[in-house]
């Protein structure tokens, strides 16, 4: 997948830096905006049909959200863009998919990149890349497509639940946010869940020659999660340290709240990965057990019936005189003789615990 | 475990920040409240029956060592908290039990969160969550049920032992911390004392097929021990850093002692981690040792007898002219050189050691 | 190849420091030297026929790129570099092509080395050292010779498309070096590629004996990309803290850029270090998978057959008495034994799953 | 060991902290006092006989250095400590001896821990913790017991060999310091070679079984060592910063020198400790290279000697009708055809270089 | 080698700090003296009969290298010592070759060791300490015995070629330092060569037993080599931002040079390093590797015969009554079966890919 991301890249390579071009996958998408545009009294909820519907939300008094999905759209987006007085590059970034989380800082706005992450219906991590301006009374967030982990953010500004009604831009960039990186719980606990079960089929012994392929699978999830969620640390950090009108001293505090949970979330990560790491030891001691196993059963067949063999050869020889043969008990001295040679490798192997 | 506790954190996915919620598992513990408050001269020791009678505590002159056990019953929290004017995200962290080791400095009072370890009845490692709050002449602490380590605390309160009576609040906290970081020190001993005798077995052999399962369980419970203990260092660290009234200068020396503790615990869950990486290799090695010692065994027995059967394979042959036959010695002159072949394996083998 | 790369370096060895020595091995080239000279309103391109013409260029006010292709003509790049007054290990540095990308600032220029990396027709990894000094109004570019990754750089420039004849010379720098960048996604993409084609092959077992050969050299390509490029990062860094007027604030957002582009690089280059050392385990797997395999065909021949053998080994002695020998249905009896034993070893064999 | 370590910690826990307590092993220890009072005239040699007799020496104009023997004499200490104003704290850690190597800095003494590392009779490393107090004019040494490196130090003190008697306390302290840093060097020296031996004992197969046993031994004591030794770097590091009348500019160099001894130690160590790592890998080769060994000889004899019985075994059988039976020379020729069978196969697996 | 480095130290334990002791093995070694005095005008080249001789250099106004051979000669080194006013640590450092590289910045000199690194006619790694002392108008050198790579710079300077007559003792350092530098690229190139053979020979399957032997040999010696090379980094770093007289602020741009080189330097190593460590994992896949092939001949044989040799039993046997026995071509069709039974067992092994 790698391979993809960089073959989006590509897409632009040999363009002029800042050329707005979409570089992603989903480019049939409907353009789709909603806005919430609210304070401590009212709150109206909108879903617009042009992006020029948007541009007066700028200038309102309340805090606005404008919700944008569809990057495909790339002209909307760079007029809004430059409604909005966004550098050439913020509007390249918007809509080029391949972006590392990060944060950049402005005069009258900051720009911020992350990854939100959700598990499908087969349990698989989609990621998709969602971009927030962080303006003085509004927040403008731009999605590939519809479908987010924002439902209860747009639940509690409807009905006013906790503080965000109360607050400015900079705490509804907080909800927002907090709002994916709780999901990131969900879906490492999924992982986690993936490497326990992988873990519990290699003990058993229930999954063989595909084990490699499945622990493969799970480290480049694992890294590629990690690579998602890693550099948001810095970005809250950066936000934490940020010094201007747009983040207030009292929502700082809970810019530090993200910021704790997204250590719990890495450290997961990584304890994840070093788990990962000793599959792949403890499947390599499996297949030794098994083999020795094997070689066990080989062994001890091997050594009580070749030996039993030879003695059998020895009166199956065709020599004129061996005096034995003409014994009269011989054959049943002989049985006797076999069956406690037989009944003393037993005790060997037993005494070895080989059985 | 990773699973558990994250599924507690997604009990709040989706409600508003600061939401107070209790994440645990023990929501059927009663609420226990115990009260000591004492200067150089008295101390009153003291269970409540309502978290109301608590609030008188906050303006004594005395220090006052609030302890309430039973997170569960949020309600009583947070009344506690507004009272004692908490931040709502502390309230909210006191009940969230997945919290990381973490210190907030705010303007009257310090919030710090840890981990309390201890040992069950089977050895089992248990991880409760502690959360103080120091104020100025006060410490609040929270536990999820009855049952800590602050014996030794409430002894020495009681009798006036050490220099306790005749400090503040920072100093009440400091033996308070300090006695859950003497108990780390039993559970990395009892810790360390499972991989040396993991150890053992292996090098004994007296673990087989399950040591992979043994030394991955030990690997993940020296992971979580560390995780829990590891960010404390950073707690303390800002403690000494800490720049108010709330923490004197002469105090600092003490929590530098803490520090130099934790250092030493840090330490020694390093090398066990170590330790414990290195058990893998050597079980593995154990493995292919004793397949070394099946396969010899096989391959005297196959070299040994192998070629025997083959001579007596030879005279076991129908031809009509086999002049041997019929000379009459035949039969014991055969003995002789299998016998002689026999032995002369056997000192082969001996050269090689594999006798 | 390091190899080569130091014997190169030795071929300068017990030289004074500063003498100007071309270390490559393109010493064949002609002197191609191309000059792009514009501003908002004109665009001059030239290509100069000696060097002596690229002189002038230094002092008119329109922007001019002055690119230099063919190493091995050090006199004409001593001469250029004198007249541009460049310090004398910058010279000696520009024909000496075993350079780490770096950044040197001096008083009115800046001097900037790193590696051009492409793909050749066989999608192997190529290397070119280009250097560029950054004047007031002038960029000077030194490759060892023609072809490069500038091609849309030129357009750009010739067409006046994007900002670049507005901008001054650091832009100008800021494109080349963007386009370069831009090149290596390409490259790192071919080398995941390659490691997704071997992992395939492994799981696979399409490759046999070559299989650690082709992973070493897969491991030795990308720790050398890695050493091209990593230290790209520290010069840009060091670009954006450059406090003179050769870069302007303006610029230093572009160069912002090429940063976060450089980490993405490199973040993809640790992910394939880190897939390619985990090869190395999984083949190794994949080996022992298959000894199991052998090992089990051979145990089962063996197993069954061996004690039938000996069964046969005992009706075939030559004893006069052995009373079953006379029995008229002893021979279809013993059959009979022998196929309830095949079929019991048989199910045995099926229920340890080794079949 | 570890175990032990922690075990003398838990003496502790449920104390008061500052509980003077003697957490070592050597309790039946006599308390040895000696004292040195030199200046650059004249040198008093003495033992003591009780502590009082020491509390004079804190005020003579000469340099003082107060040797004292036997930790569990914790009353004694304590009296000493008080005459001396020492912290509470640090007379605590004065008779804790587990503790890290640390400097506390107060205000007008320095408290200084650290381990002397010295090889018992059987090439054991021993460990002691040293502690050292250094005032104005005086420094103080703390041992479990008798028996140390200082004797070089004392017979500089007697004689007046080198600058020791024209210096202040702190040179004193460093010429102490310093004799325990140089007795590492053997400690390491014999670590070394003890790796050494291992690692010829491996190559030269004379060690089997018991080899993970001694490399996991081995491994333990290098981290052991490193522990007691990196700290201290620290330390040192603090001393040389160390801004009060206690240390004087001159006699930093000093401290300097012992720095730089330290980083050589460790530096060994560190290289010690990764020969060790691959020790591991060197007798996994090993092993595996034996079973090779193992599986080639059982391969050879069964590849020869199986066809060969087969033929022998065709020729065992009854049938009525089989012509080569009856003809004269089929015994030689059958002999023939085996013995070339048998070169054949030779010469088969000397190509294959398994002879 | 550590073990000997270590013993050289300890010759020195137990002696006053400052005991100026040569720790090296070359004690029989004469004291060769030269001196090149020299300035832009004139160059006196002499060889000193006395170490009183270069007393008077100190004083001239040209610049003055004065390069003392032997070590062993600490009288005449002490001499000089004194004469030059060099801290008597300084002087012992200089005859004691253990030293780590290293600078010591005193008021009116440098003081400067690092390791010369050269290779002897069997292309192994010598290792000689090189000691500097940079003063105003003056280098001193010292090197246990005669033989260097400074050919190049005294002819440098006899000819006036480059710069060097014309600069000041801190240029005369640097190209001093420079030469041993450039020697190290060879030096670490014939290492890489090895390690490249090694892994062909690995490859091909040339060597067999010895190879952990060669691999951990070279292990060792590129751990010594960086541990030889890594510290002189920070050495150079130091006299980049030294500030005073004795480095000129034109001259560090020459030792920025210097710099670049040892972390190209450095980089190899680690290159080669990592390169070392998965040639175990590369000699162990093809240890596995050559077992597999073993394993399959053992099986292909005696999954073959085996069975045949049963059916060749069954009709070895004497009942009386085995009807097949008296048909007329029992034995022919016999044989079509074996033979049947044999190609069906060459296909079934050629389509598991096992031939």
Chains 1, 2, 3, 4, 5 share one sequence.
């Not at 960039?173 to 992982?191: G, Q």
Request: hydrophobic share 40%.
């Amino acid at each position: 997948m790698a391979k993809k991301r960089t073959k989006k890249h590509n897409k632009k390579s040999g363009l002029a830096p800042g050329s707005v071009i979409y570089t992603g996958d989903k480019s049939d998408k409907n353009l789709f905006i909603e806005v919430f545009d609210y304070n401590k009294d009212q709150c109206i909820e909108k879903e617009l049909h042009s992006i020029e519907e948007a541009f007066d939300f700028k200038l309102t008094d309340c805090v606005s959200w404008i919700n944008i999905n569809g990057l495909n759209h790339v002209d909307a987006i760079e007029r809004l863009g430059t409604h909005f007085s966004l550098h050439p590059l913020v509007i390249e970034d918007l809509v080029s998919i391949s972006q590392r989380p990060k944060i950049d800082e402005y005069e009258d706005y900051l720009f911020v990149v992350l990854k939100m992450l959700y598990l499908d219906a087969e349990e698989k991590v989609n990621y998709e890349q969602v971009s927030f301006i962080l303006g003085p009374n509004y927040v403008l967030s731009f999605q590939e497509s519809e479908g987010d982990v924002f439902g209860s953010v747009r639940e509690r500004i409807r009905l006013g639940k906790g503080r965000v009604r109360t607050m400015q831009s900079d705490y509804l960039l907080y909800i927002l946010m907090d709002a994916i990186v709780d999901e990131y719980f969900s879906v490492i606990e999924t992982l986690g869940d993936k490497i326990e079960d992988l873990e519990t089929d290699i003990f058993e012994g229930s999954i063989e020659e595909s084990a490699t392929k499945v622990i493969q699978e799970l480290k480049k999830e694992v890294l590629k999660v990690r690579r998602s969620i890693f550099p948001l640390r810095e970005v809250i950090n950066r936000i934490e340290k940020h010094e201007s009108e747009l983040i207030q001293q009292r929502t700082k505090t809970y810019y530090r709240d993200i910021y704790d949970h997204l250590i719990q979330v890495t450290e997961n990560i990584d304890i994840y990965r070093e788990m990962i790491w000793s599959l792949m030891d403890m499947y390599m001691t499996t297949i030794s057990n098994k083999m020795n196993e094997v070689m066990k059963v080989l062994t001890i067949m091997a050594s009580i019936f070749i030996p039993l063999t030879f003695i059998a050869g020895i009166y199956g020889m065709n020599f004129e005189y061996i005096p034995e043969l003409h014994y009269k008990y011989s054959y049943f001295i002989l049985w006797g003789v076999m069956i406690v040679l037989f009944i003393g490798m037993l005790i060997y192997f037993k005494r070895r615990k080989w059985l």
